[in-house]
């Protein structure tokens, strides 16, 4: 049985090599033109990281630590840092923010005011409806999010602001 198997393999390594030797299109896919493919903005890790130092420095006028996360359009994470002090949940509720706003495209802020929001978000797993989570913008196209917590609820909303306000200057 084995033998059979390694021959198998042996003659799938063989044609591998001379497909590409010859140069055949690759054996698992082939190239697609450029009309095909969809280009999206995204946002720098340089940049997260600028905006996530503004959130520091916000958090440390407030003498709070707190968790700072950036996502992109996807919700998958570019950067995040958990400050000294700031307890290990708080990144999750830092996350969570950050994809409630991507989702919705509005800080959390505003979600939270909206007595039906609740009831929807609920039902939603690993959202969370509490300020500090905000969108992050291009050409009027949600691109990611912020999300910030371990502060008071109000105070996570003006370190997010912080952070997008980092994203908007110029460099």
Do not use: C, H
């Amino acid at each position: 049985m084995f033998r059979l198997f390694r021959r198998r393999i042996a003659v799938f390594a063989l044609a591998a090599g001379a497909a590409f030797a010859v140069g055949e299109a690759p054996l698992f896919g082939q190239e697609v033109p450029s009309s095909a493919v969809v280009q999206r903005p995204q946002l720098s890790s340089p940049r997260a990281a600028n905006a996530i130092a503004a959130a520091e420095a916000a958090a440390e006028q407030l003498g709070v630590g707190v968790s700072i996360s950036v996502i992109d359009e996807s919700g998958n994470l570019i950067r995040e840092v958990r400050m000294d002090g700031a307890s290990a949940l708080l990144i999750e509720y830092a996350r969570r923010k950050a994809q409630t706003a991507l989702l919705f495209g509005a800080p959390t802020t505003k979600l939270a005011a909206d007595p039906g929001m609740a009831r929807m978000i609920g039902q939603v797993p690993n959202l969370l409806l509490v300020p500090g989570g905000i969108p992050i913008r291009f050409e009027g196209k949600v691109i990611g999010a912020i999300g910030v917590s371990g502060a008071a609820p109000e105070d996570d909303a003006r370190i997010a602001e912080a952070a997008l306000a980092a994203l908007t200057t110029q460099e």
